[in-house]
């Protein structure tokens, strides 16, 4: 079982709907969650980070975490086409202190 | 804040010579620095972490002969890619742990062997 798994996609969403992204992880006692954007050739800009269960939303974005599920989400509302790129989820595993990246979900928006 | 400086961005060099990627911290000071690789279509690869002072940590299967790294000093760390080889062809990309953000990412280099 890979430590941090996304479906890799491509997920394909209309322009102003809600993306869901989702990202499980196999290390019970990780505390650190972070979403990333990577466009294609750039480096990883940071989204989100979240620490607690719950939801975190921060403009259109909202991190949700479920740890006793093992699972971390990202929701896009109102999506734009500027949307479209591969968001990576990054967990921090407390138990060797190496941030762990899941392969990346590549999003489309359809205009 | 938490910028990091990479470059070069872009870098096309012939096989055998040697290459020089730096990232500099702008405005904060990084006491470590991660080295990571990408491949089309593929995650990042975490390939040495590296201690200013210090030498580097490689992961495994990571010829340290090879990505020679240098962190020097708080502000920039440097990988050498030598006697480069078409294999060696990626994006690399330099990452630095900010307390209270996270991570940040230089912009990355896009490495060609011919």
């Known amino acids: 079982q890979k430590e941090v798994e996304q479906n890799s996609g491509p997920l394909s969403v209309p322009e102003g709907a809600i993306a869901s992204l989702n990202c499980t992880y196999s290390?019970?006692?990780?505390?650190?969650f972070f979403w990333y954007r990577q466009y294609s050739g750039k480096s990883p800009e940071l989204i989100m980070s979240?620490?607690s269960n719950g939801d975190k939303e921060d403009g259109r974005f909202t991190a949700q975490l479920n740890k006793a599920s093992q699972y971390v989400s990202l929701l896009i509302r109102d999506s734009q086409p500027s949307d479209s790129a591969t968001y990576l989820c990054?967990?921090?595993?407390?138990?060797?202190?190496?941030?762990?990246w899941g392969a990346g979900t590549k999003l489309i928006i359809k205009p | 804040g938490a910028v990091v400086s990479q470059h070069p961005s872009w870098v096309i060099c012939k096989s055998g010579t040697s290459v020089k990627i730096e990232c500099r911290s702008l405005?904060?000071?990084?006491?470590?620095m991660f080295w990571y690789r990408q491949f089309p279509k593929q995650s990042l690869m975490l390939m040495a972490t590296?201690?200013?002072?210090?030498?580097?940590?490689?992961e495994q299967g990571v010829e340290k002969d090879k990505f020679l790294i240098n962190h020097a000093s708080l502000t920039l760390s440097t990988l050498t890619v030598t006697s480069a080889h078409p294999e060696d062809s990626s994006f690399y990309i330099c990452?630095?742990?900010?307390?209270?953000?996270?991570?940040?990412f230089g912009s990355g280099t896009r490495l060609t062997v011919v």
């Open positions: 990054a967990v921090f595993m407390d138990s060797n202190y190496q941030l762990i």
């Open positions: 290390d019970r006692v990780s505390q650190s």
């Open positions: 590296s201690n200013e002072g210090s030498k580097a940590t490689y």
């Open positions: 405005d904060f000071q990084a006491t470590t």
């Open positions: 979240i620490y």
């Open positions: 990452s630095a742990s900010v307390r209270n953000y996270g991570y940040t």
